[in-house]
């Protein structure tokens, strides 16, 4: 099962996600040694001859990053081992007895909470790359996404008393929107260049689906984090960022009328039959398979979909939607930030020369490279226009981009699964929303009390 970090470790299998944090890079330093009786010496020359030691997990980018590894070497002397460990969970259990042991290598990629992010930083293995991202007028921190650093900064005052700054950055980027199938839409009478862009359409739209013999939406919700995710973006758009927030704080209960209304939304896509069959059992990938064989016309889904549906049928034709407004006065969020990050080792002996190549990783050149090569978004905002139309499209997302582990606070681990749980039950018809809500308040209570005691 996959908690809300989850998004970010499922880039990992299905490009996921997902997960997650971080990645550091600095060119110019490499440049900046030649000082004292080596003065005149080349900068290249200087690097030349070096090895830099990188740890990863991404199958499915082995094959590009081997290339760029190579270019590397030959443009800067720098030679650069990649080492991939499979599957993501022998590859976490890998770094951190690396961690234990202090045998990191230069650099490397943590997949886990913030909360393990920050603890990597406290313990000395993670450098801060604060200086190299504001050097030259910010000129590397402002060729990335801004939604998607966040993921790897620490603010002022944070909760886990890390020293401010930014400890990584993302080589691609993701978020969760809705796909929709353009054949289906015709089949069905609907126009496949304008999806829906509110409630009241996307009802209108699966009900002629339906009525066309044509399911509706198709997600992997047996994984209850994206019933979380899904639920998330329909609460921020229907209540705003500053009331979901005020209901982790223990502000606002769950009864709220507002609340009510998230977890009716759901009972009305059952009600409906706007949902695909056995939705609450499908995991992601089974429900990837059925919207690439065209069983459904809607999935709600992440954009390393973009790479899943290539394999599985290549002729699909699919349009991107953000999830449709319920208030039309709020912004449609969305889960969205860094996909795979990368860290450099603050105790490396070739740290210089390890930032150095991440940052001529997230250059324009090779992120349009691996974005061509792994059909996943660029972490560099200026390669949007030289990728392929569908991944543009969810690019245009990343505006719209919130995340928990964004967030100042989040909920209780027992109500995030009372939560996402209790939604199944709506969907199936064991719980009505209002039930639901009273179970929320009367648990969180419970949770907080529990806290506060502790």
């Not at 990649?82 to 202090?102: C, F, G, I």
């Not at 977890?263 to 409906?272: G, Q, V, Y």
Request: proline share 5%; charged share 20%.
């Amino acid at each position: 099962m996959m908690n809300r970090s989850g998004i970010f470790k499922k880039t990992l299998s299905s490009l996921p996600l997902f997960l997650l944090f971080a990645g550091c890079w600095l060119l110019a330093a490499v440049f900046m040694n030649g000082c004292g009786t080596q003065g005149a010496q080349a900068p290249q020359a200087q690097a030349a001859g070096k090895k830099i030691i990188i740890w990863h997990w991404m199958t499915d980018r082995e094959e590009a990053f081997q290339e760029l590894a190579k270019r590397y070497e030959a443009k800067t002397g720098v030679k650069v081992v990649l080492e991939l460990y499979a599957p993501s969970d022998a590859y976490s259990q890998k770094v951190r007895a690396a961690a234990q042991a202090r045998a990191l290598p230069d650099i490397y990629g943590l997949l886990g909470e913030k909360r393990d992010f920050a603890a990597f930083i406290k313990a000395g293995h993670v450098a801060n790359l604060t200086g190299a991202m504001e050097a030259q007028g910010a000129a590397w921190k402002n060729l990335l996404y801004e939604k998607a650093l966040a993921v790897n900064e620490f603010k002022a005052d944070n909760p886990y008393g890390v020293e401010p700054g930014i400890y990584g950055v993302p080589i691609d980027v993701m978020n969760i929107q809705m796909v929709y199938n353009k054949k289906l839409f015709q089949k069905a009478g609907l126009d496949p260049e304008r999806p829906p862009k509110d409630w009241a359409e996307f009802v209108a739209d699966c009900q002629k689906l339906k009525e066309a013999g044509i399911q509706g939406l198709v997600s992997g919700w047996g994984e209850i984090w994206m019933i979380d995710c899904l639920a998330s973006n329909f609460a921020f758009n229907i209540m705003g960022p500053e009331k979901v927030l005020a209901t982790i704080r223990g502000e606002v209960p769950y009864t709220d009328p507002d609340w009510v209304k998230v977890f009716s939304l759901f009972k009305e896509m059952a009600d409906r039959g706007m949902l695909a069959s056995g939705i609450v059992t499908m995991v992601n990938k089974s429900a990837e398979q059925n919207f690439a064989n065209e069983r459904s016309a809607f999935a709600f889904n992440g954009s390393w979909c973009v790479n899943v549906y290539h394999g599985m049928n290549p002729s699909l034709e699919y349009g991107v939607m953000l999830p449709p407004k319920v208030n039309l006065k709020n912004p449609m969020y969305i889960w969205g930030g860094a996909g795979s990050s990368l860290l450099v080792n603050d105790r490396s002996l070739v740290k210089e020369e390890a930032i150095a190549f991440l940052k001529w990783l997230t250059a324009t050149e090779q992120q349009a490279y691996l974005s061509e090569t792994t059909r996943n978004l660029p972490s560099n905002r200026k390669v949007s226009g030289s990728i392929p139309a569908i991944l543009a499209d969810f690019s245009k997302g990343m505006d719209n981009v919130t995340h928990p582990n964004i967030w100042p606070v989040n909920e209780l681990p027992k109500v995030i699964e009372r939560f996402d749980k209790g939604i199944q039950s709506i969907i199936i018809g064991e719980k009505t929303p209002e039930g639901l809500a009273e179970e929320l308040a009367k648990l969180k209570a419970e949770e907080m009390a529990k806290k506060g005691n502790q």
